[in-house]
């Protein structure tokens, strides 16, 4: 492994990492410096590798120092100060700051891992628990969280045993199974990029609070009261549209009536779906054009070079945030690759995703239209002005009948990020035959 993730975690000091601090969240930075905290608030540097499982159901693992096993912050192999100053949350997350690259937070159904929210780099996370300790309703056991980004996939096909066993030969991993979804992308990653013949340099860097910082986050201590505020305003932003869900459904369901809409109830929870993702609540997907959340320029080395990916550029989808304030701005959605909060069972057991397809944009444009129209009394709220600055085109690679849904040929044309590679690549297409993109709705932002 790498050198340069020893030590996986050290003891540190406000004056030894304000300046990494500073470079990624420069406001925290300025208040913490007003406090000038000495060596009786320490802090804990840790490093986890591209794929490691740094929050299992609730459970909190530590790097331990030498070897970068993950334990429990109870471990008696852990230094004896990280012990006493993280002990005051264990087992669970203590709060922190991202300070490399990035961290993923799932919700862990039996049926799927859901991606709820990526924090990248200058994130402060945990925070709730310890500004809001009165009532916490934070279900922590449905939480698994991740080093670098778990939703992450190839566009085109991977899962030729031929050219599988190419990978499992170079990198000396004879049970690396074929992967026949999706889903099973993200392990088969991890472990091509934590083998020995990778040589892997990625790593996700956190800094967490000991509980001398917890301990002032929410205390009467008027020499922390400017800092406290910061960071309850921070918890705060970014929560209007949580606060006031139970209108927006309330005004979702409004929509269906008004239009006398009786969809498949999987199609209207997708619908409701997009809407939260134009909003930028939740996240879309977006090829990935650096090494932010994944070791992405290594796998996609690997795809090309030892597993022999031929004709098509290896393209990887990673969550990404849309936004209508970025003209032209694009994210994507499949119907193949389901990541809505709400799953109602479909109502009917045949699965044709074309059909799906012009049933969502059917109900979609319907209930947009309502939006847009201020039949639903949103007008003044970011909804009905995201709704109007948001361009919705439906792609499948089977040509349709009724010339509604797009073939997915046309989507690299409008799109040019989607076949670009941080590898090396010449003479190689879009993989419009591509699981995610035989059955998508892409997210367009205009004027």
């Known amino acids: 492994m790498s050198e340069a993730l020893k030590p996986y975690l050290q003891t540190v000091y406000w004056k030894d990492i304000r300046d990494k601090i500073f470079a990624t969240n420069p406001d925290f930075a300025l208040l913490v410096d007003e406090l000038s905290p000495g060596k009786d608030y320490p ?43 993280l002990g005051y949350c264990a087992p669970r997350f203590p709060p922190g700051v991202v300070l490399k690259n990035s961290i993923q937070l799932c919700l862990t159904p039996k049926i799927n891992y859901v991606s709820w929210l990526k924090y990248p780099q200058g994130v402060i996370f945990a925070l709730w628990k310890y500004l809001t300790p009165e009532a916490n309703f ?46 099973e992308h993200w392990p088969i990653f991890t472990a091509l990029t934590n083998s020995k013949m990778s040589q892997c340099n990625w790593y996700t860097e956190l800094l967490f609070f000991s509980e001398k910082w917890a301990q002032k986050f929410n205390s009467s201590d008027e020499n922390w009261v400017r800092l406290c505020n910061f960071l309850l305003k921070l918890v705060a932003k970014g929560t209007d549209f949580w606060r006031n869900k139970m209108l927006f459904d ?38 990935a054009l650096n090494d932010n959340d994944a070791p992405v320029s290594l796998l996609q080395k690997i795809y090309l070079e030892d597993y022999g990916l031929k004709d098509y550029v290896p393209t990887i989808m990673l969550p990404s945030q849309f936004s209508t304030k970025i003209p032209g701005k694009q994210a994507y959605y499949s119907l193949i690759y389901p990541t809505t909060l709400e799953f109602s069972p479909k109502s009917r057991k045949f699965v044709n995703n074309l059909y799906d397809l012009r049933e969502l944009k059917h109900v979609a444009n319907r209930i947009f239209e309502e939006i847009i129209e201020d039949k639903l009394g949103l007008d003044g709220t970011p909804v009905k002005d995201v709704m109007e600055k948001t361009r919705f085109d439906y792609f499948h690679s089977k040509k349709d009948r009724y010339g509604e849904i797009r073939l997915t040929n046309e989507m690299s044309i409008e799109d040019p990020d989607l076949i670009k590679s941080l590898a090396a690549t010449k003479n190689k297409e879009f993989a419009q035959n591509g699981a995610f993109v035989r059955s998508c709705v892409r997210l367009l932002s205009v004027k």
């Open 43 to 85: 802090l804990y540097l840790a490093k986890y590798r591209y794929g490691d499982v740094i929050v299992d159901e609730g459970i909190c693992r530590i790097p331990l120092p030498e070897t970068g096993e993950l334990v429990l912050a109870s471990d008696s192999r852990l230094p004896a100060d990280v012990r006493s100053g």
């Open 138 to 183: 934070h279900p922590v056991k449905i939480f698994n969280i991740t080093a670098g980004v778990r939703s992450i996939f190839m566009v085109p096909n991977i899962g030729d045993a031929k050219f599988h066993k190419n990978l499992r030969l170079k990198h000396n991993l004879p049970n690396l199974p074929l992967p026949k979804s999706l889903n």
């Open 250 to 287: 309330h005004a979702f369901s409004c929509a269906q009536a008004n239009k006398n809409l009786k969809p498949n109830p999987y199609i209207a929870d997708t619908a409701k779906h997009l809407i939260m993702l134009c909003l930028g609540v939740l996240e879309a997907f977006a090829p």
